[in-house]
């Protein structure tokens, strides 16, 4: 069993592109009834198009407001005001093979289709935006780590720091533990 779990009344999920975000995200949401966020939920329209930062700001700010959720996505949602609202972070941090082979799959995958945590609009389709993302995802790995550190550097939010598989399955069963006590 894990050491030390956190309080997982507010959870930040985070890692780099086809680290597991929105799966771990689900199943901890699922596991302790609570509402799941997702960032890309929040931050696209159609099209792939990003909504103004403020926009996703303010309606970030309402829901995690609320007493308990499980928030999912990149960096770019370690705000102030999330780590101040947080009582854990997972950061998942897959090495760069495994991630782009989930990028790769997950692309094949949802073909044609809209990924439940995207708003309608955004069809996975395989080819030069795909590549393009797989691409930055490669290039982006060790910059991703540094702005993740950094931005964790200080809050005293507990974080709890997945590289492998067998962590990830540990935490889950460790929190499913915990969540069948309550």
């Given amino acids: 069993m894990m050491r030390?779990?956190?309080?997982l009344d507010r959870v930040v999920v985070v890692g780099a592109n086809?680290?597991?975000?929105?799966?771990l995200a689900r199943k901890l949401a699922a596991m302790s009834e609570r509402p799941l966020i997702h960032n890309d939920a929040l931050?696209?329209?159609?099209?792939?198009?990003?909504?103004p930062r403020a926009d996703v700001a303010a309606a970030r700010a309402r829901l995690i407001a609320e007493p308990a959720w499980?928030?999912?996505g990149g960096p770019s949602i370690l705000t102030e005001a999330v780590l101040a609202r947080a009582t854990a972070v997972i950061w998942l941090d897959v090495a760069w093979p495994r991630r782009i082979w989930r990028i790769f799959?997950?692309?094949?995958?949802?073909?044609?289709?809209?990924?439940?945590?995207?708003?309608?609009?955004?069809?996975?389709?395989?080819?030069?935006r795909q590549m393009r993302f797989?691409?930055?995802?490669?290039?982006?790995?060790?910059a991703?780590?540094?702005?993740?550190?950094?931005?964790?550097?200080g809050?005293?939010?507990?974080?709890?720091?997945?590289?492998?598989?067998?962590?990830?399955?540990?935490?889950?069963?460790?929190?499913?533990?915990?969540?069948?006590?309550?």
């Avoid at 086809?18 to 799966?23: E, L, N, R, Y």
């Avoid at 931050?43 to 198009?49: F, R, V």
């Avoid at 991703?144 to 550097?153: H, P, Y």
């Fill in 4 to 7: 030390d779990l956190p309080c």
């Fill in 144 to 153: 991703f780590r540094t702005v993740v550190a950094e931005r964790l550097a």
């Fill in 105 to 128: 799959w997950r692309g094949l995958r949802y073909t044609g289709q809209v990924r439940p945590e995207h708003p309608p609009g955004n069809r996975e389709w395989p080819g030069l």
């Fill in 155 to 182: 809050t005293g939010v507990a974080v709890v720091r997945l590289t492998r598989n067998a962590d990830v399955s540990a935490f889950i069963k460790a929190a499913g533990e915990r969540a069948e006590r309550l």
């Fill in 70 to 72: 499980v928030l999912e």
């Fill in 43 to 51: 931050a696209l329209t159609t099209g792939w198009h990003h909504r």
């Fill in 18 to 23: 086809g680290a597991g975000k929105t799966w």
């Fill in 134 to 142: 797989l691409w930055r995802a490669w290039l982006t790995d060790g």
